[in-house]
């Protein structure tokens, strides 16, 4: 990734063997640096108040889409985008040693996971789905039971952290099942490899104020990759929008679309301008 990670500490929502713990790893090449969180929220506040350097976050889905209570986030706080990578999730169902498929009477797992699941749930209209705070918080918990009818939905690398076996594998719905993550610090760094820029904007109540933001990539031939909305907390009925388009923020066209956007917006903020992670899938 180009950066220099040693003796700095990462924040994650989770666990070991959760999906975010492995995306940690994956991106910053050890597990000795991390910081486990319960929330989002406290991945945020770790790095805002600097107790961690880095955090990392899901944003998206290719099942579900994007994960709001994220977007909320970075609008309220003043960190920026460094990173993001793509993760192939693959969800499983994990029971105890011994347990088999015909014990189950309930499931545990986080909200996003279950809804991954869903095809897969719906074949076992008796069991109890129970949302728990995490998918590997979900193994270590049943675990922790010792109930041959509890089961949990969760990755292969949690099934192994918490002595748990798999019951059924790959039990998502999509087969092509990716989250998105986002590495976030405090400070924005830019070189030449910075090829995707991430803004937050929100617009003046105005006629034509969302096409005169969008006409400006068109006509500076910036390619936007997304544009998302979401309501703004403490402003009823008033919203958001987050848009990620190439470049870099060197580049002059970059320059004069970012200056004539802003002059439509009631609110702007760059949040990020970095190197666009590889998204690759094998079928």
Request: a negative charge; hydrophobic letters at 40%.
């Amino acid at each position: 990734m180009g950066e220099d990670f040693a003796m700095q500490t990462i924040a994650y929502q989770g666990i070991p063997g959760s999906f975010s713990h492995q995306a940690a790893c994956m991106y910053f090449g050890s597990s000795e640096q991390l910081i486990s969180k319960d929330s989002f929220d406290k991945v945020f506040e770790s790095v805002d108040n600097g107790e961690a350097e880095w955090g990392i976050l899901p944003v998206e889905n290719s099942s579900i889409g994007v994960i709001s209570k994220v977007f909320d986030l970075l609008y309220r706080y003043e960190l920026n985008i460094r990173g993001e990578l793509y993760l192939d999730i693959k969800h499983n169902l994990l029971g105890l040693p011994g347990s088999k498929i015909e014990y189950i009477e309930e499931v545990y797992s986080h909200p996003q996971a279950i809804e991954q699941c869903s095809q897969f749930l719906s074949q076992y209209p008796n069991w109890r789905v129970i949302p728990f705070f995490d998918t590997a918080k979900s193994a270590e918990w049943i675990k922790a039971q010792g109930m041959f009818s509890n089961g949990a939905i969760a990755s292969t690398e949690a099934a192994e952290l918490y002595g748990l076996n798999v019951l059924v594998h790959d039990i998502h719905d999509n087969p092509l099942n990716y989250t998105r993550f986002i590495v976030i610090a405090k400070e924005r760094e830019i070189d030449s490899a910075c090829n995707k820029v991430s803004l937050i904007i929100s617009l003046h109540h105005r006629p034509g104020s969302l096409y005169r933001i969008v006409e400006q990539f068109a006509e500076n031939g910036l390619n936007m990759l997304k544009i998302q909305s979401r309501p703004i907390v403490t402003k009823p009925f008033e919203y958001m929008f987050y848009i990620d388009f190439e470049g870099n923020l060197s580049d002059k066209k970059v320059g004069e679309a970012l200056e004539a956007i802003q002059k439509h917006c009631s609110s702007f903020k760059i949040i990020g301008n970095y190197k666009a992670g590889v998204f690759n899938h094998i079928l």
